[in-house]
């Protein structure tokens, strides 16, 4: 398992931007495909995007395309979160987690290894 940590949120205004980050320990990191969930207040965890081990492939929840994208650095060891014109709806805690799998997992039960989560507050 990797050891995540993420970083980046904060308390914004409506229609701004924010980008989270995600660094993992270890020296495997390149093995994982990396995702990100949210969970927003007293609703279950959703899916948000997921990028595969290469970086080359990507998948995006419905309410989160086109409004957000997933990057990832290998030789960072850090997956990132770019998120715009961000809305109250965004307002929730933000996970990082990896799944040691090809191809692009959207399912939180393929993830093995979760960061403690980051809040993003959306005001107007």
């Known amino acids: 398992q990797v050891q995540l940590v993420e970083s980046g949120g904060g308390l914004v205004q409506v229609g701004a931007s924010l980008r989270l980050s995600c660094v993992a320990s270890?020296?495997?990191?390149?093995?994982?495909?990396m995702g990100w969930f949210r969970q927003a207040p007293g609703k279950a965890r959703e899916f948000v995007a997921t990028v595969s081990r290469s970086g080359y492939t990507t998948s995006y929840g419905r309410s989160f395309q086109g409004r957000f994208t997933i990057s990832r650095d290998n030789a960072k060891n850090t997956v990132y979160l770019q998120m715009n014109n961000l809305g109250p709806e965004d307002t929730g805690v933000y996970y990082c987690?990896?799944?040691?799998?090809?191809?692009?997992?959207?399912?939180?039960?393929?993830?093995?290894?979760w960061g403690q989560g980051t809040q993003v507050t959306v005001s107007s």
């Open positions: 270890g020296r495997t990191f390149a093995t994982y495909a």
């Open positions: 987690a990896a799944a040691n799998m090809e191809g692009t997992p959207i399912d939180e039960v393929e993830f093995e290894s």
